[in-house]
């Protein structure tokens, strides 16, 4: 195997098969800090160059943008910048469910509202149109093989209203979901399903599946979809790592796939990341669920702080900033509002930017690269103001005149208490001397590492990992991932 990055020559036996194999369909269960970054980025490459009169394309995707970014730096780094040149792609999932989309709509096999729309995505409606809460929200999907919209039972939450949903789709617009829908149902009209299979068979050689676990049916679906179009399939993944369950993932179902494809399997079972032996046998006994207590510490000595929630990370004191909000509450432009704020006040202090700021941006129609450098400075004044004043509506009205004078976006509704609490915790922050130790949500830590990581349990937490943990429980899991972000240390504050 010719590779560009020298460190690939120091993968271990079982790293290298794993990346090298002829094997067409391939599960790579991958344990955490063994290297399931590192042997995916090889793996693309191998197919990617491999010698073929093919111009398919070899397609990596994953579950969140940021463990594709991490994954396209890998690759580009491994195999030069010639490795991602189109028709080769590195993208989330939700890329290629559009581009499946799009295939059927250019094919005439489904209608959009408006035939010359064109498609444009956004994250979540709350971005573009106000929402309100409601035990019903608007559906989109297909009636008659024609793009709709309708109202459907749903928990309690802030939904918009279906009249501003089918203006927007009519317009073209939609969020990610939306494509999902619309995919899931035109599965299930009679000759899609080959239509989706041949145009996968005749535009696609190769596709590679990290974090496997956070697939839902639609995704394995569609993989399954590949496989049967010829499509060489490698999925990788860990079933202690699935997190997503509230996306619809549903982890127990791979290892079905699995056996139901035919799809051969390889293990990475040597953890690189542990530095010390009691954290390289906390893994074990996570795994094993053998019961954990973990010993107690001081925040001062983390390099991050991690909980289930954003309110819990809030609430650990001053010397934790996290890098988001709760989304809880109405008022989403003053949250978008202080989120800016909050990622001003993250890149000085951490060097991090807030977990929210593209959102954000959106919802405040923040979107030119220009006025969002002019914002800087104007934000670092609201900053100074926070340390000045100790009242949270000064602050607040200052953020709004910042915005209207450098965005033209004035905040347009009355501070709410929310948005006063949001104000007075960061203010804490700043005005606080002492390190401040960056606190993140378990999922965004997922596929990261740390020295020393403290962990912040509720009790139902603290009593399963006392009783052992399992994988098929996610809030085990959630816990497991949170115990394994650590090289050195991990505690409980």
Request: with cysteine.
């Amino acid at each position: 195997m010719s590779v560009v990055d020298p460190a690939a020559r120091g993968l271990t036996d079982e790293q290298r098969i794993a990346a090298g194999t002829s094997i067409p369909n391939l599960f790579i269960e991958a344990e955490p800090g063994s290297g399931k970054t590192a042997v995916a980025s090889q793996r693309f490459g191998v197919l990617r160059y491999r010698p073929c009169i093919d111009n398919r394309s070899v397609l990596a995707v994953s579950f969140t943008r940021s463990a594709t970014a991490e994954l396209g730096a890998r690759v580009r780094r491994a195999w030069g910048p010639s490795a991602t040149v189109w028709p080769h792609r590195i993208g989330t999932i939700d890329y290629l469910m559009r581009r499946l989309v799009e295939a059927l709509r250019r094919g005439g096999h489904i209608e959009w509202i408006d035939k010359d729309a064109e498609i444009a995505v956004v994250d979540d409606w709350r971005s573009v149109t106000s929402v309100s809460w409601s035990t019903r929200k608007p559906r989109v999907g297909l009636k008659g093989g024609r793009v709709a919209a309708v109202l459907v039972a749903s928990g309690r939450w802030a939904h918009p209203a279906l009249p501003d949903v089918q203006r927007h789709i009519g317009a073209g617009l939609c969020t990610h979901d939306d494509i999902r829908t619309v995919l899931e149902d035109a599965l299930q009209i009679d000759g899609l399903a080959a239509i989706v299979q041949r145009y996968l068979a005749a535009t696609v050689r190769a596709i590679i599946v990290d974090e496997v676990f956070d697939a839902n049916a639609l995704d394995l679906a569609i993989f399954e979809l590949a496989m049967d179009a010829g499509v060489e399939v490698t999925i990788i993944g860990d079933p202690w790592q699935a997190l997503y369950g509230f996306r619809g993932a549903r982890p127990q179902d791979v290892p079905e796939m699995v056996a139901r494809s035919g799809i051969q399997s390889l293990s990475l079972t040597a953890s690189f990341r542990w530095k010390t032996e009691e954290q390289a046998q906390l893994a074990v006994d996570l795994r094993n669920g053998e019961p954990v207590e973990l010993p107690r510490g001081d925040i001062a000595g983390a390099d991050v702080a991690l909980a289930g929630k954003w309110n819990t990370l809030w609430a650990m004191g001053h010397r934790v900033l996290p890098i988001a909000f709760s989304s809880m509450g109405k008022n989403e432009e003053a949250r978008a509002a202080a989120t800016l704020l909050l990622n001003q006040v993250t890149r000085n202090a951490l060097q991090l930017d807030a977990a929210n700021l593209a959102e954000s941006l959106k919802v405040l129609g923040i979107q030119d690269v220009d006025v969002r450098r002019e914002l800087e400075p104007v934000l670092n004044e609201v900053v100074q103001h926070l340390h000045t004043s100790g009242n949270a509506g000064d602050v607040h009205a200052h953020l709004g005149e910042a915005l209207d004078r450098v965005a033209g976006r004035p905040l347009r509704n009355p501070m709410t208490a929310d948005d006063r609490r949001r104000i007075e915790a960061l203010r804490e922050r700043v005005t606080n001397k002492a390190p401040l130790v960056p606190g993140m949500t378990i999922h965004q830590a997922k596929g990261r590492e740390w020295d020393y990581v403290a962990v912040c349990l509720d009790e139902a937490e603290e009593e399963s990992l006392a009783a052992g943990l399992s994988h098929g429980r996610e809030a085990d899991r959630k816990t497991y991932v949170a115990c394994t972000r650590a090289r050195i240390r991990t505690f409980a504050v």
